[in-house]
């Protein structure tokens, strides 16, 4: 039995006299019919935003509108499912409801969605004449009209602008569309044909969920069915208040700001995150200046559902079942209404999900890690993580195709091939994509190039995207590609990060950010001609045409390139930790330049016929030197302090703060250890530009890292990102009074 | 080594049998290599151990001891009685799993070699970001050569390939030790010239290097997956080269003269020189074993739908079969890399007799999916197993025996076995051990019929129309339980349960299953007569390969099909059709027969009538039939089975959570016809069945047993 469980282990037993066992049958039940829902979603579908990037999910509710199983790809639907199954009981019970009905659920502002491209299915079950549940499925369409395609308007100025929303209307009766909505939507949408049928899709979905739910109720009855989905509920919530009392009480606090550059000018809106921890609850409080006239303002699914549930459960309530239960042991809050973070009609919200929700999404990441770093439990002190950037430059293209017909083509690749968080396990993932989004993949080559008039370059690595650190972040894509037999297609792109990129946790640093560009007028089609290979940007001559993060009706013509990279994850701990054996690999194998392996790592790197490889001896002692300059009180070798293992580098003693490697005393509890120690600063574009990693230098407001090392082995403590004429309190939690435990 | 036989009726002395043809199915499993042979309806089993540093040893002293059962020796055995050898292995399988291989090189595209390392992104399912992991490194970056040379989609060279880069990056890659080089490039399966030519140069300059192309590997597009399954073809190929000539050579060198077929993934037989070339075919052939036995089964007694399940020492695998053939399933995952090989579609989940059971993060029982393993195994075995296991629960429960486990000769520490379940899960729940091992028995049921429910009701059939036919040594203990959880009402565990799998062996026929990427709109019917010889030529092939294998081309039987989407969509739907069904127009083309074939599969009104239809892959299965085991049922009387009854144990039987003295039934004496029932165990050598209250069993002329639910 693990940590964990044997401290929850009285939850199951005590929790009612109801048999755990069949609790647990149950349980699975209701999984595997949201499981079913969703195969035959993904098996209909042709829409590759469903079968290949899973933007899509399908959760089974009870009467009440609690949810009772998920089959999670999109995590931040489980909030959005919520709301809109809570509104519709609200808006139609008792007496506007029939079996068969379908509500149709698009709207962020009343039913939940993430952004309007993002369409839910809502069907009650009834079993004879009543009912015994719901089912709700979503899928991101291609289309839905307005300003922009595939529902992302970068440059839309009000949500009226941008697409059309469907605010739970009943979409059809007994199962079937109404030929009425039909029509509607066809004249509405660029795409009728696709949209139609994945909504088909979406209702077979229901109602493959419904027969299966109406079996339950047949084989148990339905009391003792619902005294089980108490019972479940009671579980998970038993189990994860419980959890959260092993992290000690107090606030954990940080700040972020959300970018947008559509309107000529790169603007940061500020947001900040506070999570009070009060015994076995939690308290999510966010803030954020007011809402602003384009199209990141935040949903409030996309606070609860990006912001709040998809890092609460990739990185803490990871093995906890999910239903309704979870939800108990939280409490949101966002402040007045008219904010980035609780916008009212009409901001513009059709990217609310990737800019603010993601950017809030990583600030929760961030006070997780910091909570956790100091709980009482062994397991929870390993669930700290580098920042998952959530953010890749999506690009949607509009043109006349070979055949004279339309196209709508929207490449995945770049958009979710972003690299994930370092884990305490090993270095993060690659390609990892968007933490909200499960399974995610994208298409291969051949897959584009067959239904596509596109041809591909070059699909890599980009190098050093993954953040620096004792744990490397996750590596991200780096794809251009051209025009194939078609020419003058018109372009929307779209990126959350383009100058603050996922942040290090515990010392480490900050992935390579994004960027879209298009190389102009180039000479690929005459090297192509000339039978020469062009498989890599390196390769070409022509214009870089840096893009804006967010801009619309970007031209692309026969000879230009496309070229995308995507942001990489965080890194954890100190890179002067990483085994230069791992940084050595990592340089065989093109992860990293010679210069991130120098100045990131601290590697004395050689050079021989075999290529460049690492000198591990004189890579310690050069890491020693370096610091010691840094840092003229260092005592200690930073060898003997690595190989102490470990991943948080500060600690909580009794009355003070302890560096974790060494553990020198840095601060009294009381105070802000972080304020004690005067940081290195740097900035974020000199660095990352010396070591060839991807970041847009910012004129105005420029970014700054601000690098933290222990006075006695001088290890990186804390590496956080400043923004000049911003001042902030640099992130630290805040004991609650009395309430300070030492982490055993 | 042991072996030991039955013979239809009852059990008789050595120095029976009237001598004829012999054909000898072994299956090298992780523990144990089985051997069935079969001479006319008489069938003869024999078991060793399995041999991981040369598993041609294991099949020898098999074949051994199948011999001396026949009063014979191996060479006389080999020589003048064996008509056909089949073998099952899991080389491939452990190749993969441990990663031990050959050094493999790549020649790719230039501009696309790091796909070999992210692929299409490797996030799963899993909330826990600590599960996310990237894809092990196949092959090292030093490894891998980028080539100039690109064809597009249609066809057409874009960049010619670049011949002097070739030869260099040859004798790099040569010089750095590969033992094989996979050539992967995009597009090679519209114009597989540039992979030909690249083919030929390394045999030219490197001869003693083994190469594959990726479209000979797969001849299908989506490029990660055909040039995994090219690199995987590579790394697995040093071990089963060896395997191959070794058991080639040892059974010549005894005298046997005859073609040696090895069964593949597909539930069919390969030739030796068939596996040397894409020894990657060969993957998961064990379980596909069981599912051809059980095919077989289902077309000796006229079963429509069969599930079948076998339950081992870490998983539980399940698949239907529906009309007498095994379902397919296309571009398979082999452990954690996408290729493009079909296999028979077997469901895997982590339920077997070496399942953990523990406690979930809510403190609640669970049943996996961790495994205690072969070592140390069950805490009952006594090998420093802590971790109470599904074994445990069956022997704390009272359905194993600690006296008579595998006929005796495996001893059962009872009272660990107790005291860990306790420990470990009990006290937490105010269990005592029988409570505890109910509940993980019930969990491990519910399980398994979930399982079961997914393969028969995602593909469109009732499980309450299906019959279950459970083999293996463990399922016939919760088979009854599955069945009635999921009200289906027969079920057959075989005679020979455990070695069912290698007895499908016999049952294989030849196998080729070719394809060849088209990306053809249907509508476009200029291109018709290009498509027809794009097949035909794709037929030619798949009857050259089995005519070389020594089959008569004449009797080779064809079946057609593709792999067939709406325009829009990106994953296709596999139907067959009849080779003139491509030149229809209007009534009965591939449009009508595939709307309908898609709403059989999705659901009425699903089909896209309004956008086009493309077809992608056309797909040519040779099958040439293999002589089969011609086992005749004996004449049954029914009569009650009392003779068999050989006393009674004190059980605890959770499906009705009571404490019972069971009667206990010695299968050695039951006849055909016997019958009795439940609640009763029948205690077979190497397996127990559980026959629970108000069932019926009977043995049937096949020495089957038949239980009514």
Redesign the interface.
Same mark, same amino acid.
């Given at each position: 039995?693990d940590k964990?469980? #044997?401290d929850?282990? *009285?939850?199951?037993?005590s929790a009612s006299a109801l048999d755990?066992?069949t609790?647990?049958?149950v349980r699975?039940?209701f999984e595997?019919i949201a499981d079913?829902m969703a195969?035959?979603l993904l098996? %209909?579908?042709?829409?590759?935003v469903l %079968?290949?990037a899973?933007d899509f999910s399908a959760i089974v509710f009870d009467a009440a509108g609690r949810q009772v199983g998920v089959a999670?790809?999109v995590?931040g639907h489980f909030a959005s499912s919520r709301i809109a199954v809570q509104e519709i009981i609200k808006k139609r019970m008792p007496d506007d409801l029939e079996p068969g009905d379908i509500f149709i659920c698009n709207d962020p502002y009343t039913v939940g969605a993430l952004h309007q491209g993002d369409v839910g299915i809502v069907m009650p079950i009834y079993d004879g004449e009543k009912l015994i549940g719901w089912t709700f499925t979503n899928a991101h369409l291609i289309d839905v009209g307005g300003a922009s395609i595939s529902g992302m308007a970068p440059e839309a100025h009000d949500c009226f602008e941008e697409a059309i929303r469907f605010p739970g209307v009943r979409a059809g009766t007994n199962g079937v569309l109404n030929p009425e909505w039909v029509s509607f939507i066809e004249v509405n949408v660029r795409v009728p044909?696709?949209f139609i049928?994945d909504v088909?899709?979406l209702i077979?979905a229901c109602n493959?969920g419904a027969v299966r739910m109406r079996g339950l109720v047949a084989e148990y009855g339905l009391g003792t069915l619902h005294d089980y989905i108490d019972y479940n509920i009671e579980?998970?919530e038993?189990?994860l208040s419980a959890?959260i009392a092993l992290l000690p009480d107090g606030t954990a606090r940080t700040y972020d700001w959300v970018e947008y550059d559509g309107r000529g000018t790169a603007d940061l809106h500020a947001v900040s995150c506070e999570m009070i921890v009060d015994g076995d609850k939690l308290k999510f409080t966010f803030t954020g200046v007011d809402q602003v006239a384009a199209f990141i303002n935040a949903t409030p699914s996309a606070v609860a559902g990006l912001g709040v549930m998809t890092p609460f459960?990739? #990185?803490f309530?990871? *093995?906890?079942?999910?239903n309704e239960g979870i939800w108990n042991c939280i409490e949101i809050d966002t402040g007045r209404p008219g904010t980035v973070v609780n916008p009212v009609v009409p901001a513009p919200v059709t990217n609310a999900h990737m800019e603010t929700g993601a950017r809030l999404g990583r600030m929760v990441g961030e006070v997780l890690s910091q909570v956790c770093s100091l709980s009482s439990s062994a397991t929870l002190r390993d669930?700290v993580?580098g920042q998952?950037p959530s953010s890749g430059p999506g690009a949607a293209w509009f043109g006349v195709k070979e055949d004279g017909e339309l196209a709508i083509i929207f490449p995945l690749d770049s958009l979710?091939?972003i690299g994930?968080?370092a884990?305490? %396990?090993? *270095?993060g993932? *690659?390609?990892?994509?968007f #933490?909200t989004?499960?399974?995610?993949?994208?298409?291969?080559?051949?897959?584009h190039?067959?239904?596509d008039p596109f041809?591909i370059?070059?699909?890599?690595?980009k190098v050093n995207s993954g953040g620096a650190g004792h744990n490397r972040g996750?590596?991200a894509?780096d794809q251009g590609y051209m025009l194939?037999n078609v020419d003058n297609f018109s372009g929307s792109c779209f990126m959350a990060a383009v100058e603050l990129p996922a942040r290090g946790i515990s010392g480490g640093y900050p992935g390579g950010a994004g960027r879209s560009a298009v190389i102009r007028s180039s000479d690929v089609l005459a090297q192509?001609e000339a039978?020469?290979?062009?498989?890599?940007p390196e390769k070409l001559q022509g214009t870089l045409d840096i893009l804006p993060a967010k801009v619309s009706n970007v031209p692309l013509r026969q000879g230009d390139v496309y070229w995308a990279i995507s942001s990489g994850g965080g890194g954890l701990g100190d890179p002067f930790h990483r085994s230069p054996e791992l940084v050595d690999r990592d340089l065989?194998?093109?992860r990293i330049t010679r210069s991130a392996a120098e100045e990131l790592y601290g590697t004395v790197v050689c050079e021989s016929s075999d290529?460049l490889t690492v000198d591990i001896d004189g890579t310690w002692e050069n890491r020693d030197s370096v610091r010691l300059a840094l840092v003229p009180t260092k005592t200690l070798r930073l060898k003997d302090v690595a190989s102490a293992g470990g991943f948080n580098s500060v600690k909580a003693g009794k009355d003070h703060w302890a560096c974790a490697y060494c553990d020198t005393e840095l601060a009294s509890t009381a105070d802000n250890w972080k304020e004690r120690l005067a940081p290195r600063r740097r900035l974020l574009a000199d660095l990352f530009g010396a070591v060839q990693t991807q970041v847009r230098r910012r004129q105005h407001q420029p970014v700054h890292l601000a690098e933290r090392y222990c006075p006695t082995c001088a290890s990186s403590l804390s590496v956080d990102i400043e923004v000049e004429e911003a001042e902030r309190t640099p992130p630290v939690f805040t004991f609650a009074t009395g309430q300070l435990q030492a982490a055993e | 080594m042991c072996a030991w036989r039955f013979v239809k009726f009852g059990f008789e002395s050595k120095g029976k049998y009237k001598m004829s043809e012999i054909s000898i199915g072994i299956d090298v499993g992780g523990t144990h290599t089985d051997l069935i042979a079969i001479m006319d309806d008489q069938v003869v089993r024999a078991k060793a151990l399995t041999t991981h540093d040369d598993y041609s040893e294991g099949i020898f002293s098999a074949l051994e001891g199948a011999a001396s059962e026949f009063d014979l020796s191996v060479d006389d055995l080999l020589s003048n009685h064996a008509r056909a050898f089949v073998n099952g292995n899991t080389i491939v399988t452990n190749a993969i799993t441990e990663m031990k291989g050959a050094r493999v090189g790549v020649l790719v595209t230039s501009g696309f070699a790091d796909i070999l390392q992210f692929g299409r992104g490797n996030r799963s399912n899993d909330f826990d970001d600590q599960l996310q992991q990237n894809l092990p490194q196949t092959v090292a970056k030093e490894m891998v050569a980028e080539i100039d040379e690109r064809i597009n989609r249609d066809g057409n060279v874009v960049v010619p390939l670049d011949k002097e880069q070739v030869e260099r990056e040859v004798i790099r890659l040569k010089d750095l030790g590969v033992d094989a080089i996979a050539v992967c490039f995009l597009w090679c399966t519209r114009n597989d010239a540039h992979e030909r030519e690249v083919e030929r140069i390394i045999r030219e300059i490197a001869p003693d290097i083994f190469v594959t192309c990726s479209v000979t590997a797969a001849s299908v597009f989506r490029e990660f997956e055909r040039w995994m399954t090219a690199i995987l073809n590579c790394f697995v190929q040093p071990p089963v080269e060896n395997f191959v000539n070794k058991v080639s050579d040892g059974l010549l060198a005894r005298g046997y003269t005859r073609a040696v077929e090895f069964f593949n993934g597909l539930g069919g037989v390969l030739g030796a020189d068939e596996v040397r070339e894409l020894p990657i075919l060969l993957y998961s052939s064990g379980p596909a074993g069981g599912a051809i036995a059980a095919a077989a089964l289902a077309r000796r007694y006229g079963i429509e739908n069969l599930l079948c399940g076998d339950m081992g020492g870490t998983s539980f695998d399940t698949t239907l079969v529906h009309r007498e053939k095994p379902i397919v399933a296309q571009r398979c995952r082999i452990g954690t890399f996408d290729t493009a090989i079909s296999l028979l579609d077997i469901v895997s989940i982590g339920a077997g007799g070496g399942s953990i059971v523990g406690l979930d993060a809510r403190g609640v029982p669970k049943v996996g999916p961790q495994s205690s393993g072969s070592f140390p195994g069950p805490v009952c075995y006594g090998n420093g197993g802590t971790a109470p296991t599904i074994t445990d629960c069956m022997v704390t429960l009272g359905f194993l025996r600690p006296d008579n486990y595998l006929g005796g000769r495996h001893a059962l520490d009872v009272e660990a076995a107790k005291k860990a379940l306790v420990s470990e899960v009990g006290d937490a729940m105010g269990w005592d051990a029988v409570e505890t091992s109910a509940g993980a028995y019930k969990l491990a049921v519910a399980n398994m019929a979930n399982a079961l429910r997914g393969v028969s009701i995602q593909r469109g059939h009732d499980p309450r129309k299906c019959t279950f036919v459970a083999y293996g040594g463990a399922l016939p203990m919760f088979a009854a339980a599955i069945c009635r959880q999921l009200n289906i009402a027969d079920m057959i565990v075989p005679n020979h349960s455990s070695a069912f799998s290698a007895y499908g062996l016999l049952e294989a026929d030849y196998i080729s299953r070719k394809s060849i990427t088209l990306g053809w709109g249907v509508e476009n019917r200029d291109q018709l007569a290009s498509i027809v010889e794009a097949r035909d030529n794709l037929e030619r092939e798949i009857l050259d390969e089995i005519e070389r294998a020594g089959f008569d081309r004449e009797g080779i039987q064809l079946r057609h099909g593709a792999d067939i989407r709406y325009a829009g969509q990106l994953n296709e739907l596999y139907m067959d059709f009849s080779p003139e069904d491509l030149l229809k127009e209007g009534e009965g083309d591939l449009r009508q027969q595939f709307d309908l074939a898609y709403e059989e599969e999705f659901g009425a009104e699903t089909a896209w009538h309004d956008a086009g239809l493309m077809l992608i892959n056309y797909v040519i299965t040779g099958v040439a039939v293999r002589q089969k085991p011609d086992l005749k049922p004996v004449e049954v009387t029914r009569h009650p089975a009392d003779e068999a009854l050989t006393g009674s144990c004190s059980m605890f039987l959770p499906d009705i959570s009571e404490q019972l003295d069971t009667p206990v039934y010695d299968s050695e004496k039951m006849k055909p016809g016997a019958w009795f029932q439940g609640p009763g165990i029948i205690e077979v050598r190497d397996t127990t069945i559980y026959v629970p209250r108000e069932a019926t069993v009977e043995r049937d002329g096949y020495l089957n047993f038949i239980l009514k639910l």
């Open positions: 039995m964990l469980s #044997q929850t282990a *009285d939850v199951a037993r755990p066992i609790a647990e049958v699975c039940a595997n079913e195969i035959v098996r %209909t579908s042709g829409s590759p %079968t290949e899973k999670g790809y995590l044909v696709s049928n088909r899709s077979a493959a579980l998970t038993k189990a959890r459960l990739c #990185q309530a990871q *093995d906890i079942p999910f669930r993580a998952a979710v091939a994930g968080g884990q305490t %396990t090993g *270095d993932q *690659d390609m990892y994509g #933490q989004t499960l399974a995610v993949s994208f298409p291969d080559v051949e897959v190039e067959l239904v041809f370059l070059w699909r890599r690595f996750g590596m894509l194939w192509l039978g020469k290979s062009v498989s890599s065989r194998d093109a290529g | -």
